[in-house]
């Protein structure tokens, strides 16, 4: 099975709150990472926490990491029609360059005016 | 900061051609860059690192002859789909990271490639 796992949807009304949950099986991952994905485009880096983090705050985006139980979350503040993508959650296990990104199926955020 | 640029964004070829996508770092060096691809509503699989001055690095199960890389330069990746056939078409997209911290992966903008 996938290292890294994410609900497959997600539906919510503009303005609300978004919640995006992510899993993750490695313990020794050292930064964990969200992307968002418009259609056919690529990724966009939307923001990153380090292992040793358990929140991060920017703007709208609020990242929480809870290491014990390898859950990582990202809120969305004041959900806006923009917003809807799908968003992937990644891990890697090494800050050098040449590290390995593992990926998540990505979560499908529909926001409903 | 940290662009990569992926061109071509889009490209229709026949099958039994070859095609050839550029990943770019704009405003970093990048030793090392990735090539993953994407079916549809799946997520990224990552076929191989492209390392400079080196051979690349495949993933199990990725041919390193269909699928060559060439990363001659700090800025530059090469992936050319050789003697194309109508499996391979897919999203294919790069990704860089500049060292240090503070920085995530960037991706490029992506390939649709369409082979007919």
Redesign the interface.
């Known amino acids: 099975g996938?290292d890294v796992e994410q609900s497959l949807f997600l539906s919510v009304r503009e303005g609300d709150s978004s919640v995006i949950n992510c899993t993750y099986t490695d313990s020794s991952s050292t930064?964990l990472?969200w992307?968002k994905q418009e259609p056919?485009?690529?990724?966009?880096?939307l923001t990153?926490i380090f292992s040793n983090m358990d929140m991060k705050q920017d703007q709208r985006l609020t990242v929480l990491l809870n290491k014990k139980d390898k859950h990582l979350s990202l809120r969305i503040a004041d959900t806006q029609t923009g917003d809807s993508a799908i968003y992937?959650c990644?891990e890697?296990m090494t800050?050098?360059?040449?590290?390995?990104?593992q990926?998540?199926?990505?979560t499908q955020v529909v926001v409903t005016p | 900061g940290a662009v990569v640029s992926?061109h071509p964004s889009r490209v229709i070829c026949k099958s039994g051609t070859s095609v050839k996508i550029e990943c770019r770092s704009l405003d970093f060096q990048?030793?090392?860059m990735?090539w993953y691809r994407q079916f549809p509503k799946?997520?990224?699989m990552?076929m191989a690192?492209s390392?400079e001055g080196s051979k690349a690095t495949y993933e199990q199960g990725v041919e390193k002859d269909k699928f060559l890389i060439n990363h001659a330069s700090l800025t530059l990746s090469t992936l050319t789909v050789t003697s194309a056939h109508p499996e391979d078409s897919s999203f294919y997209?790069c990704?860089?990271?500049?060292?240090g911290?503070g920085y995530?992966?960037?991706?490029?903008?992506?390939t649709?490639l369409t082979v007919v």
Do not use: H, M, V
């Open positions: 996938e930064y990472y992307y056919g485009a690529g990724l966009q880096l990153y992937f990644a890697s800050t050098d360059s040449w590290g390995k990104l990926f998540g199926a990505g | 992926q990048a030793t090392t990735f799946q997520s990224l990552l690192t390392n997209i990704s860089a990271k500049p060292s911290e995530g992966y960037t991706f490029g903008s992506g649709r």
